[in-house]
């Protein structure tokens, strides 16, 4: 009986350790029409804009192996900025992307920026390799933006395409919720009770 006491509040404090109001969403691109091109696409409470008319292009993905794999978005225009925000304009977290050679096989750079809601801003370059198939690049420190741009470099031949953006729409600093808190108070009580009980059969 004490075994499963035992059990059930560590799962309850496990589990109000983990709830939280941070949920990672990932714009895969796959509600879009290949072919298609504009200036905007919106997708999951997010929005990517360029300043070059109709350069967002709708295309589809290929893996290691050259077979199609899905949608994907493109910039046609070699120096043109995409840009990312929240929907409403509240500070996000970006935590991954995956990022392939458009058309031609090719070395070069890919530089991200991004605007912190509180002022400043953070950047971070990513290389592709070259080779088929997309690659998954993780950021590092960019939690609470408020917008992020990004652009190649280098003598490219191609453009680059990206998919699979990983965001949690809030900084990244989740902070438990009432309800968490109270979970987790309740499993740590329980656990005392047990400790409690064992002490005074020892005794």
């Known amino acids: 009986m004490k075994t499963h006491i035992l059990s059930l509040a560590l799962v309850i404090a496990a589990l109000a350790l983990g709830v939280s109001p941070t949920h990672a969403i990932v714009i895969d691109f796959e509600s879009l029409i290949l072919g298609g091109q504009g200036s905007t696409v919106s ?7 360029t300043l070059n008319p ?21 910039n046609l225009a070699l120096s043109a900025v995409t840009e990312l925000t929240r929907d409403g304009g509240g500070a996000f977290l970006l935590s991954s992307i995956d990022l392939s050679e458009h058309s031609h096989l090719t070395v070069f750079d890919v530089t991200f920026t991004g605007t912190f809601s509180g002022g400043g801003g953070i ?31 280098g003598e490219a031949i191609t453009t680059h395409q990206f998919d699979n953006i990983v965001a949690s729409a809030n900084n990244g600093n989740a902070v438990p919720e009432p309800a968490s808190l109270g979970l987790l108070g309740l499993g740590l009580a329980g656990l005392a009770l047990i400790r409690r009980g064992a002490r005074q059969q020892r005794g």
């Open 43 to 49: 997708e999951d409470g997010f929005t990517l804009t």
């Open 54 to 74: 109709d350069e967002l292009f709708a295309s589809g993905t290929v893996d290691s192996t050259g077979n199609s794999s899905g949608l994907g978005l493109t």
């Open 123 to 153: 950047d971070q370059t990513f290389s592709l390799d070259g080779l088929l198939g997309s690659q998954t690049f993780v950021f590092s420190g960019f939690g609470s933006v408020t917008k992020v741009h990004w652009f190649q470099s």
